[in-house]
Structure formats: structure tokens, C-alpha cells
């Protein structure tokens, strides 16, 4: 709940410093900047050339009853607010353009960004918060750039043309439009502070509405096994709630506000046709001059109200940027050495040298572990749940960095390899298997051309997973949901087989789903298994102690350390931990037989 608050604060409408780093941005496009500007003052000096255009019309044509420099300044008239509809639009195209141009540049170097980010910064993020910064976040900013920035511009230069004219034409009349200023501001001055406040509201209670549903959605199989649906139904509804009444708090702040401007500006017009109206009868003041006027006050209440929007635009805008500023300074990146050493001829030495490693600072997850693995050799890791097992696969992905002792990889530390050539060696079969959206063929070659079809087919062959796509609809090209979600375990499992030998790893971790299969498919597994593991080395975590029986070794780990190690045999001789474990599935299984 904190967090999400976190996420609402609303900060500055400017931040220079903020407002630099995002023109950043903008350099590329800047022409469009330039034209959008040059656009903008024609714009803005149009529309207060009419009313002026309409004071000359009324004293000087129609007053000397001039036809022909009326129809002139008729058709000036029409042409420039043709002129004006036509530079609006592109005013309008360009900006907006720009504005997309921009935040295109913008999510893909959020998405390159997060992609570099190492496991520990997803530890501690939900995904959902990535998500925003890379669509609502970005969004505002897209407002920014396209409306808020040069539109700013736009408003304070029709303010200053009206300025100009009015004060040019009459200075009375002036300090009388200008005298219903103060209640303007002090109007537009609650008006953005209750709107701030709604603002914040609407966004806490949308990001509440929006974790709800798709934690109930996510779940909705439990939901429905519990047959919670009521209840579920009756906290969303209050969530709703919540949410329905925050908006039409914001909403009644736009209803009281827009009528009041409305009545100070007539008031302005009220008083002006008074005052003037006064004048034109003393004929110290023409007639066209106080219609004029009439229009520049009109006008000019427009450009103010739109202001105070454009303070909520740049508001969001900051607190968005500084978010995915945040985001995009994120550090949590493991190095690539300076100078990397590559791996002439691979060999397949895997040594552990007293490792120490925590996840979070004082917690240690690996104590002390040191172990060596032969090229060739598949070693097996056994113990609880929780012992580190996984733990020890992902420090040989280099997923984290180690506090204490190293990992050789054919002598070499594994610190001093790139990131992208350790992990070319290293192919993982993890504990719960995940596919992506697309198709059965995308999910074993994982979209590389470099693997063919015939590659993908003899890699599912060798692993048994061919019988099983080969009688779906569309075999290969089967389509595959989000996670695999139309699949079972087991053919999940057998389809990430055909994954790592497709890839051809030199080195081979299989992280064994706890999740159990049917017999047959048990044998299934086990046959591809083994023929994952032939002539590579291989790191095999297993639950099932049938699996690892082969191994050239074992290692036994408990709460963080290694305990035992050795072959079956040795093991079994040596009545330690893991013969408890074997003697305990043994059981197990003669529980089963025998039932
Ligand atoms: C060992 C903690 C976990 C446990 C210990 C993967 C992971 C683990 N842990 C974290 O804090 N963050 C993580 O991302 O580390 O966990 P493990 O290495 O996953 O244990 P295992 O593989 O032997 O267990 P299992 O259940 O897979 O057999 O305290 O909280
Ligand atoms: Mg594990």
C-alpha cells in the first residue's frame, strides 16, 4: 500500500533540472520544435488581429459607408481564420508527431534498460510497476511534449499579442479587464489545488482498482474452487466505489470551475460595455474600439483557463519523468570485466571455491560451498527444500554476485567472462518451466532462425516430446497461450528439453520440478534426461533419487552447506543424511506399490 502511495506523490510543475534531462529527448526532433514555435507565434498572433480588424471595419468602412475596404477587410477576416485553421492543423500533426517520436525513443530505452537489469532488482519490483513507467508513465509525458510544452507557448503569446493590442487601443478599458484578474487567480489557484488533490486520489484508487482485478483474474481458479465470487464481488464494489467517487470528485472541481470563469469573464464584459458604452456616448471612444474590446476580453479569459490545465500536465508529466528517471538510473546491473577473457577451447571444469552468498544482506543463503565438476561429468545435488540448490545454479548463470570465494569455469573466474559468452555455455532446464505466447516452434528455438526446422524436430524427436505435438491440430505451429496455459506439466517440461538440446549447451543444469508426472511420461523424462546429459557436463537437481542414482557424483546440501558428497555407493555406505532421504522415498515408494 506504501509503495503504490510512493507512486502518487506529486511533486514540482517544474523541475529544471528534470525539465533538462527530458529536452534531451527532444534534441533529435528538433525542426519540429523550430516549426512547431515559428507555427505557433502566426497562430498566436492571428486570432487578436481580428477584433482589431473589426474596430477598423466599424469606424473607418462602415462609419464613411466605404463598401469596398469593408468587403477588403471582409475577406482579410476569412483569411485568416482560414489561415489559422490551416496552420493549427499542422500545428497540431507536428507536435503530436514529435510527441510520439519521442516517447517511442522513450519505451524502447526503458524496455533495453530493464532487460540489463540484474534478478535482484526484480526482487524487489513487482512487474506491474515496470509496466506503468512503461505506458501511464510515458503517456504523461507524451502530453507534455505534445500538448503541454509548446501549447504553454502558445497561451502566453496570445496573452502578450491581446496585451499589446488592448493596451494600444485603450488603457481604460485595459485596467478594467485586467481588474477582474485577481478573482481569476485566486479561482485558478483553489481550482489546481483541489484538483491536485483529487488528481492523486483518482490515481491511488485506479491502481487499486487495477492490482485487484488482476490478482482475482490471475486466480480466478481458486477463486472459483472457494467459490469466493461473492465476496470478491463485494470487496470490488467498495473498491469501485471508491474510485466511482474520487472521479466525480475531480469531475464537480471542473463543473464549478469552468461556470466561474464564465461569469468573470462576463462580468469583465458587463463592465466594459458599461464603462465604454459611457465613453462612446461622450464620443471620447468609437464604437469599434469598445467592440473590440468586447472580443480581446473574451479571448483572453480562454488562454488563462487552459493554463491551469496545462499546470496539471506539467505536473504529471514531472512526477512521471522523475519516476522513469529513476527507473532508468537504476544501477542493479551485474559488470562485464574490462578486459574479458574468452574461453579458446572449452574443456568443461566447473569449480566452486568457497562460495558465500546472500540474497539480502545478513542472510546467508551458501556457506563455504566448494565442489569441482570434471568435463564430461553429471553431477547431482540433493537436499530439503530451501537448502540453495537453485541458489547454486543461479550463481553459475552469474544471475547474482558472490560476496565470498569464486567459480571457475576452466580455470577462469567467471567474473572475468562476458556475461553473454558465459551464458552461451550454460543452458538451465528450470524447476517450472516457462513458454512463451507464440508457437510450439518458437518456444523450442526460441524465435533464433539459426535453428532450423528440421533442427527443432530432431531436438523434440530425441526428447520424446515429437508424438505429442506432432497430433496436435497444427503440430509445430500450434499456437501457445501465455505460460504454456493450454499445456500440461509434463509436455511443458518435455518441450523445455527439446529447448536445451536444441541450443546444444556444453553445460547442462536441470532444476527438477517438484510437480509430479504420470508414470508414463515419468519415463518419458527420465529417457530425455539422459540424453541431455550425455557428453556434456551436466548439473542435475533432483527430488526423485531414481533420477541421480548414475551420477559420477552427489552432493548432499543442507541448509546452505554441503554435507556430503560422493557416489550412490558411497553415500548409501556412509548412512548419512542422504541415506535417511533414500531409505525415506524408498518407503515412499513401497507405500504405493503396495496401496
Ligand atoms: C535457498 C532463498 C530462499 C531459501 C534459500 C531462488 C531464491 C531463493 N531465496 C531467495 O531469497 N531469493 C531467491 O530468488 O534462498 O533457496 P533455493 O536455493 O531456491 O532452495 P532449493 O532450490 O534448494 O529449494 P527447492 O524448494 O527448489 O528444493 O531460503 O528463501
Ligand atoms: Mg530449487
Request: net charge positive.
Amino acid at each position: 500500500m506504501r509503495e503504490q502511495l510512493s507512486d502518487e506523490i506529486l511533486g514540482k510543475a517544474y523541475d529544471s533540472k528534470l525539465m533538462k534531462r527530458l529536452l534531451t529527448y527532444v534534441k533529435p526532433y528538433k525542426k519540429y520544435v523550430v516549426l512547431a514555435i515559428f507555427l505557433n507565434v502566426f497562430v498566436a498572433g492571428l486570432a487578436p488581429l481580428r477584433p482589431y480588424l473589426t474596430k477598423i471595419a466599424i469606424d473607418t468602412s462602415i462609419a464613411n459607408k466605404d463598401y469596398e475596404s469593408l468587403t477588403l477587410i471582409t475577406a482579410l477576416l476569412f483569411i485568416s481564420l482560414l489561415f489559422q485553421a490551416i496552420m493549427q492543423y499542422g500545428l497540431t500533426y507536428f507536435t503530436q508527431l514529435m510527441g510520439q517520436k519521442i516517447i517511442y525513443d522513450l519505451r524502447v530505452q526503458i524496455f533495453s534498460h530493464v532487460q540489463k537489469l540484474a534478478l535482484k532488482f526484480f526482487d524487489k519490483t513487482p512487474v506491474g510497476r515496470i509496466v506503468t513507467r512503461v505506458t501511464n508513465d510515458v503517456e504523461s509525458l507524451n502530453e507534455l511534449f505534445s500538448s503541454g510544452i509548446v501549447m504553454v507557448f502558445s497561451d502566453l503569446f496570445i496573452i502578450m499579442w491581446i496585451f499589446v493590442f488592448m493596451f494600444s487601443l485603450s488603457f481604460d478599458l485595459s485596467l478594467i479587464t485586467l481588474s477582474v484578474l485577481p478573482a481569476l487567480f485566486y479561482a485558478t489557484f483553489l481550482f489546481r489545488r483541489k484538483v491536485r488533490e483529487s488528481y492523486r486520489d483518482v490515481r491511488f484508487h485506479l491502481a487499486r482498482l487495477n492490482s485487484y482485478m488482476q490478482e482475482r483474474v490471475g486466480g480466478i481458479s481458486i477463486v472459483q474452487l472457494f467459490n469466493k465470487q461473492k465476496r470478491e464481488l463485494k470487496k470490488f464494489k467498495g473498491i469501485n466505489k471508491d474510485y466511482r467517487d474520487a472521479n466525480i470528485k475531480s469531475v464537480f472541481y471542473y463543473a464549478i470551475f469552468y461556470p466561474t470563469v464564465e461569469i468573470l469573464s462576463s462580468l469583465a464584459v458587463a463592465l466594459i460595455i458599461w464603462y465604454g458604452g459611457g465613453k462612446v456616448f461622450e464620443s471620447t471612444m468609437t464604437l469599434g474600439i469598445l467592440f473590440a474590446f468586447v472580443q480581446y476580453t473574451e479571448m483572453f479569459f480562454r488562454p488563462i483557463r487552459d493554463l491551469s490545465e496545462k499546470y496539471n500536465i506539467m505536473q504529471t508529466a514531472m512526477a512521471s519523468s522523475e519516476r522513469i528517471f529513476k527507473l532508468l538510473d537504476d544501477k542493479t546491473i551485474i559488470p562485464d570485466p574490462e578486459k574479458p577473457v574468452k574461453l579458446s577451447e572449452f574443456r568443461g571444469k566447473i569449480e566452486f571455491k568457497n562460495v558465500t552468498f546472500a540474497y539480502n544482506e545478513g542472510e546467508t543463503v551458501l556457506k563455504n560451498v566448494s565442489f569441482t565438476i570434471e568435463p564430461g561429468q553429471t553431477v547431482a545435488i540433493v537436499g530439503a527444500t530451501g537448502a540453495g540448490k537453485t541458489s547454486i545454479v543461479n550463481l553459475l548463470s552469474r544471475f547474482y554476485e558472490i560476496e565470498q570465494g569464486e567459480i571457475l569455469i576452466d580455470g577462469v573466474n567467471i567474473k572475468n567472462m562476458r556475461k553473454e559468452d558465459l551464458r552461451k555455455l550454460i543452458c538451465v532446464v528450470l524447476q517450472d518451466v516457462l513458454l512463451f505466447s507464440g508457437t510450439i516452434k518458437g518456444n523450442i528455438n526460441l524465435n533464433n532462425s539459426a535453428i532450423g526446422e528440421s533442427e527443432i524436430k530432431k531436438a523434440a524427436a530425441m526428447v520424446g516430446a515429437h508424438n505429442f505435438i506432432n497430433n496436435l491440430p497444427q503440430k509445430y505451429d500450434e499456437k501457445v497461450q501465455e505460460k504454456g496455459a493450454t499445456l500440461s506439466v509434463g509436455q511443458k517440461q518435455l518441450i523445455s528439453f527439446a529447448r536445451a538440446l536444441a541450443y546444444d549447451p556444453k553445460i547442462l543444469i536441470l532444476d527438477e520440478a517438484t510437480a509430479s508426472v504420470d508414470t508414463e511420461t515419468e519415463i518419458l523424462i527420465q529417457q530425455a534426461i539422459k540424453k541431455l546429459l550425455s557428453g556434456r557436463t551436466s548439473i542435475v537437481i533432483a527430488h526423485r533419487l531414481s533420477t541421480i542414482q548414475n551420477s559420477d557424483k552427489i552432493i548432499v546440501m543442507h541448509k546452505g552447506e554441503i554435507k556430503e558428497m560422493g557416489t550412490h555407493q558411497e553415500l548409501l555406505a556412509k548412512r548419512g543424511i542422504y541415506f535417511k532421504l533414500y531409505q525415506l522415498q524408498y518407503k515412499d515408494q513401497e507405500i504405493t506399490k503396495t496401496a
